[in-house]
Every structure is written in structure tokens, then in C-alpha cells.
């Protein structure tokens, strides 16, 4: 394995080159900036809560649904919740 002598400056080059493909930190939506995989986490752990407590509500209505169910599965279940009413009888003529 060889390796090559490089510069302070094409050091400071890829290091700018870097952070400009992968962005400011500071300018993340999440609470937790100290790494991009902390940030990534933080918003997988949002987005689960989230679909917990959506699933909570579907199941609440009466049409079981699991957190771990896709977020398709879930808008499936929506429409299934029971309303008291058929479609035709909300029609009017």
C-alpha cells in the first residue's frame, strides 16, 4: 500500500468539498446535531412515534392497525373506520 504526500491545502480543498455535498449540521430540523447519524436517527425515531400513535388511533376507531404497518396500509385502514353512514345516504337529490 502506497500513500501519497498531500498538501495542507488540497487537505483543506476536500475538507470544503466535503462539507459542502453534505451540508451544515446547524442546518438540520432535528434537536440532535452533533452527527448526521444522530440526525438520521432522531427523525426514524420521530416518524416511528408518529406511526404508533396514528396506528393507536386507527385501532381506537376500530380497525386494528400495528405501528409497523406501511404508511399505505394505514391510509387503507382510514378508510375503513366505520362512519354510521353509508356513502349514498349522505347524497341528497
Not at 386507527?58 to 380497525?63: L, N, S
Request: glycine fraction near 8%; avoid cysteine.
Amino acid at each position: 500500500m502506497s500513500f501519497e504526500k498531500v498538501s495542507q491545502q488540497q487537505l483543506n480543498n476536500q475538507k470544503a468539498d466535503l462539507k459542502a455535498e453534505i451540508g451544515d449540521l446547524s442546518d438540520l430540523s432535528t434537536t440532535d446535531k452533533s452527527s448526521v447519524v444522530a440526525a438520521v436517527n432522531e427523525l426514524f425515531t420521530s416518524a416511528g412515534n408518529g406511526k404508533a400513535a396514528i396506528a393507536a388511533a386507527i385501532t381506537g376507531k376500530g380497525v386494528t392497525t400495528a405501528a409497523s404497518d406501511t404508511f399505505a396500509q394505514m391510509a387503507d385502514n382510514i378508510g375503513e373506520i366505520p362512519t354510521g353512514t353509508t356513502p349514498s345516504e349522505g347524497i341528497r337529490s
